[in-house]
Each structure stands twice: as structure tokens, then as C-alpha cells.
């Protein structure tokens, strides 16, 4: 059966001096898939990249990627292992170009002392390139990532993830604040990169969710309430109930 999934979540919990953010959940990802969390606020679904990155410790269950026991493993050593993960609020150096961002993602020029000494060679430039292309930022190479704008800034992010290679990328509301055009270019860029890889996506927009959903896996109080595709779980009453109840 692990065979099947790149990520196996089962049972996880963690409690929060008593209260459980998340609650004996189990999930199960497939290689190339787009798994989106969804849920109302506070449901955990921010919690459960947490515990999957590292970030947070779990309270109990097990999460295995390609065979390891994440929850045994340091948030470098999950990144290490092929892990990606994008928070919320963009973190890219505003006062450095596209390209250098880029570069400093680059894996052999880890931290800032390996990226002044590391050698730019042409192999990193052509996957900079390559990057830029998938991430719709060719133009803006060598523009200061201050003057980005917000959607720009989240390509950017998740360009310096992909650059990484991930073998599983996790994006919390990727699109928040995007307009409808950038939208549906990140819809477009999530639906090319699963070709490589399996992505954990955390979203609202429900147009959105239908773009790029291989599978939904609905959250409520840290449970897990439904799962399945787009569909089933808006045809679900468990669901309609929840979210007409707030
Ligand atoms: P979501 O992302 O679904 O909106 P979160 O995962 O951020 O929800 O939060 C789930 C619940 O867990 C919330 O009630 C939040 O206040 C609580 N929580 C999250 N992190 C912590 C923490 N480190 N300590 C205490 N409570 C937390
Ligand atoms: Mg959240």
C-alpha cells in the first residue's frame, strides 16, 4: 500500500494544551496529484503543513514520505528529503533581482556565504531560465523583486521552491490577493508542475479549487469531514452543512 502514496498521513494529532488543532486525521497522497485542503477558518489546515514540514511537533499518528517518518525528522532534514513548503505571506528578498532569488534558492548555494562563492555556471543559469518560464517571469529576471507585484512575488516564492525540486511542494492560499488573471496563470502553473511532482494546496477560492483539484480534503475542528473529488464533496450535506452554518 505505501507504494501507492508519496505521502501517508494516518492518525496524526496534535494538542494544544489540551485543545486538538488536529484530531486523528488520515490522508493518503498520490505521486502527480493535487490534493486541496479546504475548511473553514481555524479548521487546522494551516497545522497540518506544520506538522508535515516539521515546523510543529505532533502529539501522535505517523506521517510517511517515500518510506520515512517525517515526524522523526528536523525541518531541514524534510526539506533535505524532497519537502517543499510556501507560507502564507510571500518571504522573498525584496532588494535582490528575480534571478539572484533565484540563485540563492539554488540547492549547491545554500545560505548567503554559498551563493557568493558559488560559481555561476551554465547549468544553473539554464534551470534559472527554465524556472522563470514555468513561473511566468522571463521579463523580470533582472528586476529588483521589490517591484514585483503581489501575484509576481508569489510566483517567485514558488519558483525558489521549484528550483529545489520537490518532490512534494505545499502551498498555503497561494492565490490570496491574486486578481482573477494570475488566478488562473497559477491554475495553469500547478496543473504543469504536478507533471513532476504531488502538490498540497490550501485554498478558498472554489473556482480555483475546481482549476486545479485532483482531490479535496475537507477540515472542520481538526477532522476530517469529507474527501473526495470536487463533486462529491460540495454534493456532500456534511459539508453544505458546514459551510452554511457560518
Ligand atoms: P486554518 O489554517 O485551518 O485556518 P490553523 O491550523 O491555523 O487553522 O489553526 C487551527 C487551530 O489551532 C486554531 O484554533 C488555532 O488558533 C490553533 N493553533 C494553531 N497553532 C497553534 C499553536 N502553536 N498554539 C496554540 N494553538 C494553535
Ligand atoms: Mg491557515
Not at 51 to 77: H, P, S, W, Y
Not at 82 to 95: A, H, I, L, N
Request: charge should be negative; glycine fraction near 8%; proline fraction near 3%.
Amino acid at each position: 500500500m505505501s507504494e501507492r502514496f508519496i505521502l501517508s498521513v494516518e492518525d496524526l494529532t496534535v494538542s494544544f494544551d489540551g485543545f486538538k488543532a488536529v484530531d486523528d486525521l488520515s490522508f493518503y497522497v498520490e505521486p502527480n496529484e493535487c490534493r486541496v485542503i479546504i475548511g473553514p477558518n481555524g479548521a487546522g489546515k494551516t497545522t497540518v503543513l506544520d506538522l508535515i514540514c516539521g515546523r510543529t511537533k505532533a502529539t501522535g499518528g505517523t506521517v510517511k514520505f517515500k518510506g520515512m517518518n517525517l515526524l522523526d525528522m528536523r525541518e531541514d532534514q524534510i526539506v533535505h528529503a524532497g519537502v517543499g513548503r510556501k507560507f502564507q505571506t510571500p518571504s522573498v528578498y525584496e532588494d535582490l533581482s528575480v534571478f539572484e532569488n533565484l540563485e540563492l534558492s539554488y540547492p549547491k548555494g545554500h545560505g548567503v556565504f554559498g551563493a557568493v562563492f558559488f560559481k555561476q555556471d551554465q547549468a544553473v543559469k539554464d534551470r534559472i531560465q527554465e524556472i522563470a518560464e514555468t513561473i511566468f517571469l522571463t521579463d523580470q529576471l533582472d528586476e529588483k523583486a521589490a517591484y514585483l507585484s503581489h501575484g509576481q512575488k508569489q510566483w517567485l516564492e514558488i519558483g525558489m521552491l521549484l528550483i529545489q525540486d520537490p518532490e512534494l511542494l505545499m502551498l498555503d492560499e497561494p492565490v490570496a490577493g491574486m486578481s482573477v488573471a494570475e488566478r488562473k496563470k497559477t491554475a495553469e502553473l500547478l496543473n504543469r508542475i504536478i507533471q513532476d511532482r504531488s502538490v498540497i494546496v490550501i485554498e478558498h477560492d472554489m473556482g480555483f479549487v475546481a482549476d486545479i483539484a485532483t482531490r479535496v480534503t475537507v477540515l472542520h475542528r481538526g477532522e476530517l469531514l469529507s474527501e473526495g473529488s470536487m463533486d462529491h464533496v460540495q454534493n456532500d450535506p456534511k459539508v453544505v452543512e458546514v459551510y452554511l452554518g457560518h
